[in-house]
């Protein structure tokens, strides 16, 4: 088949399944282009070593890797809010080799970026949800508020004294902060650092006020107490940080934010690679170790469909798109 009759396949393909959709009975000679267990498999992340999206893939690597039988790389290619790491993968062959293990931030950036280098809704084939978790917002211990209240009310009297980082821009650590701000009537200074890892250090290096986070990336630091946090966004508390309520329950009632990471390929994925993946990932994700390894960094495991997958990718951009327009967000 030549170069064009594919394209031509791939697009057809594309415009006959919805969103998410995977073909259970596919052709099959689908399972001639699974990858070759000798062929390393790329796992692709939009930020640098130490964010969430850096230690849930640490964690399913060993396991990814027994489960598949070949060799999986942690490739890392942080910047401009995940479009390095997302163009790669979109560009990749699709045989199931280079794998995008996308954050929140790929359902927000067809809104945050006025040209996308890709279609975020047909470029990627999606796999499996992996995990979810709420956020915890960690402040400098110098920062004179002890919780949500406080600093709703410090940041309306010295409007823009408060100073907050997020991940990048169009990250839902911004958004969620701006979510706060519009509902709580106050307004922050935002500070763009490139992925969680850099931005949990400015918290430290007090260059920033505090930083809407995942439990996982400021564990160590709550724990030697380097790090305060202040509320959390999640419908419930925290069971390790029981003492700590969550933002809802602080005033803002119905306010709710969860961070969420997921593996996507190439469009194009043949049915029967992206059912031997998102098997592989589901049995990593299921094993003893990993469930108690996340657990205790507050992820909740999920392990979808690709189907819920699909779903999820369209519901995040819709209600983000709407905090964004609420709060006048410029992101360019």
């Known amino acids: ?19 998410g959709a995977m073909p259970v009975p596919m052709m099959h000679a689908a399972a001639a282009d699974a990858p070759a267990g000798n062929r390393p498999l790329a796992l692709v992340l939009p930020f640098p ?9 640490r964690q399913l690597q060993p396991g990814l890797k027994a489960a598949l039988g070949q060799t999986v790389v942690v490739d890392n290619k942080p ?3 995940g479009l390095i790491a997302s163009s790669a993968v ?26 996308l280098p890709y279609d975020t809704f047909q470029d990627f084939t999606p796999i499996s949800q992996l995990v979810r978790f709420p956020l915890v917002i960690a402040a400098n211990p110098s920062l004179p508020a002890a919780n949500v209240r406080e600093l709703v009310a410090l940041a309306k ?58 439990y996982a990336a400021v564990q160590a630091h709550v724990a030697a107490r380097t790090i305060k946090v202040l509320g959390v966004t999640g419908t419930g508390r925290l069971r390790q940080l029981p003492q700590v309520p969550t933002v809802a329950e602080q005033g803002l009632k119905g306010f709710e934010a969860y961070s969420w990471i997921g593996v996507f390929g190439p469009a194009g994925l ?6 031997r993946i998102h098997q592989a ?41 709407a905090v964004a327009r609420k709060a006048n967000i410029q992101f360019e």
């Not at 790929?106 to 970026?113: C, G, L």
């Not at 390894?293 to 951009?317: I, N, T």
């Open 1 to 19: 088949m030549s170069s064009a009759e594919r394209t031509r396949r791939r697009r057809l393909l594309l415009k006959i399944l919805p969103l």
């Open 49 to 57: 070593p130490g964010g969430s999206v850096d230690i849930v893939a």
């Open 79 to 81: 910047g401009a809010g």
């Open 90 to 115: 979109a560009r990749a062959k699709p045989d199931g080799s280079t794998l995008l293990m996308a954050f929140d931030t790929h359902a927000i950036n067809p809104f945050a970026y006025k040209q």
């Open 157 to 214: 009297a010295r409007p823009d004294s408060v100073r907050y980082a997020s991940s990048g821009i169009g990250s839902l650590n911004q958004l969620a902060a701006e979510a706060l701000a519009t509902e709580a009537g106050m307004h922050m200074l935002h500070v763009p650092y490139k992925g969680g890892g850099p931005a949990v250090q400015a918290v430290l290096a007090n260059e920033v006020d505090l930083f809407f986070s995942s």
């Open 270 to 275: 043949p049915a029967a690679t992206i059912t």
């Open 281 to 321: 990932l589901v049995e990593s994700l299921r094993q003893p170790r990993v469930v108690d390894a996340l657990a205790a960094q507050g992820f909740e495991v999920v392990g979808g469909s690709p189907a819920d997958l699909g779903k999820l990718v369209r519901q995040e951009h819709d209600k983000w798109q």
